[in-house]
């Protein structure tokens, strides 16, 4: 079962910007930490950026200063405006929720599907 639905990837050039939306498709109980996940072929999935339960942002080290995540105003929608991006961001991107707060750790219990990013130089 589809849990989450990504959107708003595609194809840029190096320096160029994405902005990813995610929506909850099924009801999803209670306050979630929401994060998006990234993985590239023959890459273990990696945490991006993620809102934890209480507003929080979280990011990876590899992606601050460039990434900006945010929570939409419906409850269960996640954002992700990309800036600068390089040919090493490209990936698969995956929204995820959860109740427990996990920011950057794949253990989430709901998933999307993802959105490719491709970045080329």
């Known amino acids: 079962q589809v849990h989450l639905v990504e959107s708003g990837g595609g194809s840029v050039q190096f320096g160029g910007s994405l902005n990813l939306s995610c929506v909850a498709a099924?009801?999803?109980?209670?306050?979630?930490?929401m994060g998006w996940f990234r993985q590239a072929p023959g890459k273990e999935r990696e945490g991006v950026a993620a809102i934890d339960k209480d507003g929080r942002p979280w990011y990876a080290d590899a992606v601050k200063g460039r990434f900006t995540v945010s929570s939409g105003s419906a409850k269960n929608v996640l954002y992700l405006q990309m800036n600068s991006l390089t040919p090493e961001d490209t990936a698969m991107y995956y929204c995820a929720a959860d109740r427990r707060s996990l920011p950057l750790t794949p253990d989430y219990k709901y998933w999307g599907q993802g959105t490719q990013v491709t970045v080329s130089s």
């Open positions: 099924v009801y999803l109980p209670g306050r979630n930490c």
